[in-house]
């Protein structure tokens, strides 16, 4: 499975980035939980937004209301939309595909394959 990510930019504070990230492979399979997480200077990557094969969709709190996580299964592509961005949403955003499991969806250890990340930069 190979998940390339595109979408980040600079922005300033209060604007919008729509993150996407295709997957493709043969063994991919639209039954994978998607997800994205960022990782800032100095810090650990960390979970912001995960979509299961349902449909089914989980946030980390800091991003409630303001980052919306869909995805096309036609197209093997999950999408970040980020509104309201604020400076401290400034990282690395990676995406990651693996098996879905409610216990581990928000976790890193609960993805097995992971994109090359893109930047996000947001200007106070």
């Known amino acids: 499975v190979q998940l390339q990510a595109s979408g980040g930019g600079l922005v300033q504070a209060g604007g919008s980035l729509r993150l996407s990230c295709a997957a493709s492979?043969?063994?991919?399979?639209?039954?994978?939980?998607m997800g994205w997480f960022q990782q800032a200077p100095g810090k650990e990557r960390e979970f912001v937004a995960a979509i299961n094969w349902g449909d089914n969709t989980y946030y980390t709190d800091s991003v409630k209301g303001r980052f919306t996580i869909s995805r096309d299964n036609a197209k093997n592509t999950v999408y970040l939309q980020m509104n309201s961005l604020k400076p401290e949403d400034t990282a690395v955003y990676y995406c990651?595909?693996?098996?879905?499991?409610?216990?581990?969806?928000?976790?890193?250890?609960?993805?097995?394959?992971w994109g090359q990340g893109t930047l996000v930069t947001v200007s106070s």
């Open positions: 492979g043969r063994t991919f399979s639209s039954r994978y939980a």
């Open positions: 990651a595909a693996g098996l879905f499991s409610p216990h581990t969806v928000m976790a890193r250890a609960g993805y097995h394959y």
